[in-house]
């Protein structure tokens, strides 16, 4: 069993085909590995980093958003609930209304696009042909398929049926994790990977559980395993102003690269951004750091000097490039077949 045990009710695996809860498929990326990729977002994550982006994929279930700004007060909702918890106004019906069963009614009747269905249980097969449509763009680009999250881990029993379903179709994978996971669980799977993306964001375990809701010695951990079992990997850092933007947490997070992580590919330093916000009051969930504004370019100057002070030069502030020897589909072995 996982270090994270929601793994276990969300996933369902009976013989005839594995299926997992997803909430974004995305095409096109640039920004998730090398060349051009499309990322399967897999719902569910045991962190709650007070800056995510992407609050949606905190539950493993399906769940409903409600964007009230948007409600015309119709009641086409209430009308179409079977549960009778959809309606106009501040707690209509969300996700986390109790007897809410995510059916998506109240969503298809909605007429203002108030309502908004995160998540869909997926069977393997349809995330497989999904991600298969655009092969001829990874192979023209040294791209792939990415799986992220949430946490891309969160359902391992999934994860495993896309991998090898992504492995007997010759597509390059990449991976990326918070790094709050059973190594031993998921470590043929981060073997399969082309490009593992673990995430860093702060060295201090009291700090890291007060902005993300758990103790960061297992994430260190594996990130050094990753690190040690030769597996490409890239370290990410959300720069978050005030919680570790300041130069003692910069220089703990080089110093962990430069002395566990020499192996790593490279490093992407990413400032922290406002784009989630509008999602977290939809969700029934506060946003902390409200008044939190960007971080300034010369605090994101300050902290790329303090890794390659220590060392750490091969510093990126968007997608580190990757070399495309390590996905195109041409130069793919056997390494890591599940
Ligand atoms: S998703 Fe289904 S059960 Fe939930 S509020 Fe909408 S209609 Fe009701
Ligand atoms: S159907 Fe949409 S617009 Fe109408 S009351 Fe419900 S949420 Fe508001």
């Given amino acids: 069993m996982s270090a994270w045990t929601g793994e276990v009710a969300m996933e369902q695996s009976d013989r005839a085909e594995p299926s997992g809860v997803v909430f974004e498929i995305q095409r096109w990326s640039g920004n998730d590995g090398p060349g051009i990729r499309t990322v399967v977002f897999i719902k569910g994550c045991p962190l709650r980093c007070a800056w995510c982006c992407n609050p949606e994929s905190w539950s493993p279930a399906p769940q409903v958003a409600f964007f009230q700004e948007r409600c015309q007060d119709c009641g086409q909702c209430r009308d179409a609930c079977p549960q009778q918890v959809a309606g106009p106004g501040r707690d209509g019906g969300r996700g986390d209304a109790p007897g809410c069963t995510a059916c998506g009614r109240c969503v298809e009747a909605c007429p203002s696009g108030a309502r908004v269905l995160m998540g869909r249980r997926m069977p393997a097969g349809e995330v497989l042909a999904a991600v298969e449509r655009d092969r001829v763009f990874y192979r023209q680009s040294g791209g792939g398929v990415t799986f992220s999250g949430g946490e891309a881990l969160a359902q391992p029993r999934f994860l495993e049926a896309l991998v090898k379903g992504c492995q007997a179709r010759g597509l390059s994978m990449a991976l990326e994790t918070c790094g709050h996971f059973s190594w031993d669980r998921c470590k043929e799977i981060l073997a399969a990977m082309d490009v593992v993306f673990v995430d860093l964001k702060h060295l201090d375990p009291a700090v890291h559980r007060r902005v993300t809701g758990v103790d960061n010695r297992l994430i260190l951990q594996n990130a050094v395993r990753v690190a040690r079992a030769g597996l490409p990997l890239v370290i990410r850092v959300p720069l978050i102003p005030g919680i570790n933007d300041d130069d003692a947490s910069?220089?703990?997070?080089?110093?962990?690269?430069?002395?566990?992580?020499?192996?790593?590919?490279?490093?992407?330093?990413?400032?922290?951004?406002?784009?989630?916000?509008?999602?977290?009051?939809?969700?029934?969930?506060?946003?902390?750091?409200?008044?939190?504004?960007?971080p300034e370019p010369e605090s994101v100057v300050r902290a790329r000097r303090i890794f390659q002070d220590l060392g750490v030069t091969n510093l990126y502030y968007g997608s580190a490039p990757v070399p495309t020897a390590m996905a195109g589909e041409e130069e793919k072995d056997e390494r890591g077949a599940l």
């Fill in 250 to 294: 910069v220089e703990a997070i080089a110093a962990f690269v430069s002395r566990e992580l020499g192996g790593a590919l490279g490093v992407e330093v990413l400032p922290y951004h406002t784009l989630g916000k509008g999602k977290y009051a939809a969700l029934g969930l506060d946003y902390r750091l409200a008044d939190l504004l960007p």
